[in-house]
C-alpha cells in the first residue's frame, strides 16, 4: 500500500513539473515569437526607408523649384535617420554596421544643411548637387543589396532571433536554422565600401559636425585590449545594481576613430547592446541598446534629469543641455561642455532616454573625444553689449552668451551667442567676440518633439 502511494505522488509531481515545463516552454516561445516579429518589422523599416531615400535624392536631382528642394531634403533628412536608428535595432553579432548607420547620419545631415542653404535663398553650387549624386548612387546598390539579402534569408528559412541564439534564455526557445554568415556578405561588403568613403567636411549642425581628423580628446592615451574594451562596456552600459548585461562578442572596426565593437547580451531582456570603445584610451564612443520601448511614461524633464545623471556617474563634468527631440518612445538629448561661462559646441555627446523606465539606451561620444581638449581661448575683444550692437536694429534680443563654435574645414571661433526674435520667429546669431563679425545664423523651430536649428 505504502508503494503504491509513493508511485502515485512521484507520479503527480511528474506530471506537475512537466504541466509547468510546457507553460514555461510556451511563454518563452511567444517570447521568442514576439521578438522576432520585431526583428523583422526593424529590417523592413530599413529596406522600406533606403528605397523612400532613393526617390527622394532622385526627385531632389531633377526639381527645379526651391520650395521642393527643400521639402525633399529634409524628407531625405528624417528617413535617414529613421533607417538609422532601425538599422541599430537589429541583433547582428556577426558583424558590425557602424559604418553604415555613419553614411546613413552624414547623409541626411548633409541634406539636412543643403535644406538649409536652400531656404536661405543660396542655390545649389554644382558640387553639392555631385555630392547628392554620390549619394543617390549608393542608395542605389544599398537597396539592391538588401533586397538581395532579403531574398536569401528568407530562401534558408532564417529566423533574426539566431544571431542571439545561445546568448540568453529566448535563445535556446528559437528553432535552429542554418547560419547567416555567407547571406550577410552584402552588408559586410556595404559596411566597408562605406567606410570607405571620403569624410564630408561642411557646415552642418553643430551637434552633427563632422571632418575631425585626429581624435584631440584621446590624444597621448594608451591602448588598451579587447578584454578591458569589454569591462569598460559592461561598466558603462549597466544602470542596475546586479548589472543586466554582458559581452559575448568583441572585434576590431575601423571608422574616425578605431575602435572595438563590443556586443552584450541582456541577460533575461530582449535586444542587445552594440558598444564602440576606442583602442586608444579606451573610451566609449557610442552604444545603442535595441530593446523595445512599447509605451511612454516619463515626462521630457524626468528624461532630462536620468540623462544628467547618467552623464554625471560617468565622469562628465561641467556639461550643459543645449536641445533635445523626442523620437518614437525615447528622448534624445544633447549636452555641450563649458570653460566657466563658455559654451564649447564642438565638444558634445548626446544621451537617448527610453521613456518607459528612464534607462538610458543610447549615447553618442564621437564628436565629444574627436573635439575635446584643453584650449588656449582667448579674451573677448568686444563686450557683450558692443556685439548686440552688430544685431540689426529691428531685432528683438531676448539672451546673449559666449559660445565657441566650428566651422567648414574644422575651425572653431569664439563668438557671442544672441537669441533674436523676429516677427515671432526665434533665431540664433554668432557675433565673432573679437572682430564683430557675423558668423552664422539658425532659426530656432519649436515642433511636437522638440527643438530643431535650421
Do not use: C
Request: proline content about 3%.
Amino acid at each position: 500500500m505504502g508503494r503504491w502511494y509513493g508511485w502515485l505522488i512521484a507520479g503527480l509531481l511528474a506530471v506537475a513539473v512537466i504541466t509547468l515545463g510546457f507553460g514555461q516552454w510556451r511563454n518563452q516561445q511567444r517570447m521568442a515569437n514576439a521578438l522576432e516579429s520585431g526583428y523583422q518589422r526593424d529590417f523592413y523599416t530599413v529596406l522600406d526607408q533606403v528605397e523612400q531615400l532613393e526617390a527622394l535624392l532622385g526627385k531632389g536631382l531633377v526639381s527645379a523649384s526651391s520650395r521642393q528642394q527643400v521639402f525633399l531634403l529634409t524628407e531625405v533628412w528624417s528617413r535617414a535617420n529613421t533607417a538609422q536608428s532601425a538599422l541599430g535595432q537589429l541583433p547582428f553579432t556577426e558583424l558590425n554596421l557602424s559604418a553604415s548607420r555613419k553614411f546613413l547620419a552624414q547623409m541626411g545631415d548633409y541634406a539636412y544643411s543643403m535644406a538649409k542653404r536652400v531656404a536661405g535663398g543660396r542655390e545649389l553650387e554644382p558640387e553639392h548637387k555631385e555630392q547628392l549624386q554620390r549619394f543617390y548612387r549608393e542608395v542605389q546598390e544599398y537597396g539592391r543589396v538588401l533586397h538581395r539579402t532579403e531574398q536569401e534569408l528568407h530562401a534558408q528559412g532564417y529566423r533574426w532571433g539566431t544571431a542571439v541564439a545561445g546568448m540568453s534564455p529566448l535563445g535556446r526557445q528559437v528553432p535552429k536554422t542554418q547560419g547567416a554568415a555567407a547571406q550577410l556578405d552584402g552588408l559586410k561588403e556595404m559596411d566597408q565600401r562605406f567606410d570607405g568613403l571620403p569624410v564630408l567636411i561642411y557646415d552642418g549642425p553643430y551637434s552633427d559636425q563632422v571632418g575631425a581628423t585626429e581624435p584631440k580628446g584621446l590624444a597621448g592615451a594608451a591602448k588598451i585590449s579587447g578584454a578591458e574594451a569589454e569591462k569598460r562596456a559592461e561598466e558603462f552600459v549597466n544602470q542596475r545594481d546586479d548589472g543586466h548585461y554582458r559581452a559575448v562578442r568583441t572585434a576590431e572596426v575601423e571608422g574616425s576613430i578605431s575602435a572595438y565593437g563590443v556586443t552584450l547580451d541582456g541577460r533575461e531582456r530582449p535586444g542587445i547592446v552594440t558598444v564602440d570603445v576606442s583602442i586608444q584610451g579606451g573610451k566609449i564612443l557610442s552604444f545603442l541598446n535595441s530593446r523595445p520601448i512599447e509605451e511612454a511614461n516619463l515626462s521630457g524633464e524626468e528624461a532630462e534629469r536620468k540623462a544628467e545623471s547618467f552623464l554625471a556617474d560617468r565622469g562628465f563634468a561641467n556639461m550643459e543641455k543645449t536641445y533635445a527631440i523626442t523620437e518614437g518612445n525615447s528622448r534624445w538629448i544633447v549636452y555641450a561642455a563649458k570653460e566657466g561661462d563658455i559654451r564649447l559646441y564642438p565638444d558634445q555627446v548626446k544621451v537617448q532616454v527610453a521613456l518607459d523606465d528612464g534607462e538610458i539606451v543610447g549615447f553618442e561620444g564621437m564628436m565629444y573625444y574627436l573635439n575635446h581638449h584643453r584650449r588656449n581661448l582667448p579674451e573677448p575683444e568686444l563686450t557683450q553689449k558692443e556685439a548686440a550692437q552688430k544685431l540689426a536694429d529691428h531685432l528683438e534680443v531676448k539672451s546673449g552668451r559666449l559660445a565657441l563654435i566650428p566651422l567648414a574645414g574644422g575651425r572653431e571661433v569664439l563668438t557671442y551667442e544672441f537669441i533674436v526674435d523676429f516677427e515671432g520667429e526665434t533665431y540664433l546669431i554668432y557675433i565673432n567676440a573679437l572682430n564683430g563679425e557675423e558668423e552664422n545664423i539658425l532659426k530656432l523651430v519649436e515642433s511636437p518633439q522638440g527643438e530643431l536649428t535650421i
